[in-house]
């Protein structure tokens, strides 16, 4: 699968309201495939250990799209900005109140609630 059917495919399954199983195809189509799927129900981010969680909460969809964008950085495909950046953009896009078209986030860019963004 070339990158833009990746992408396109991952872009589908964001927008439908990412899930456990979403999370989990989005994990193999980035080559992380040795992940523990048993794992991802009781997922918590970093974002969940601060003390502004109680005012911003998350769904379970925002968390993967939290989760997905970290991995990112930790997967060897994030060095492919052919893949990265519009990656990154489509999460954006679902977790910002407001996201550019032609918005960038480099490598490590991180944030800790992307709802007032």
């Known amino acids: 699968m070339g990158i833009n059917d990746s992408l396109n495919k991952i872009e589908k399954i964001i927008e439908a309201g990412i899930d456990e199983e979403g999370a ?39 968390r993967y799209l939290h989760f997905l964008w970290d991995t990112l950085d930790k997967s060897p495909i994030c060095i492919n900005v052919d893949f990265a950046i519009p990656f990154r953009r489509m999460i954006a896009r679902a977790l910002f109140k407001k996201c550019g078209k032609n918005f960038i986030a480099d490598e490590n860019c991180r944030f800790n609630f992307g709802q007032g963004i």
């Not at 080559?31 to 009781?42: A, I, K, Q, W």
């Open 24 to 62: 989990a195809e989005v994990l193999t189509i980035m080559g992380v495939r040795d992940f523990p799927r048993e794992t991802l129900p009781g997922l918590r981010i970093y974002s969940e250990v601060l003390p502004k969680v109680a005012e911003y909460t998350f769904t379970v969809s925002q």
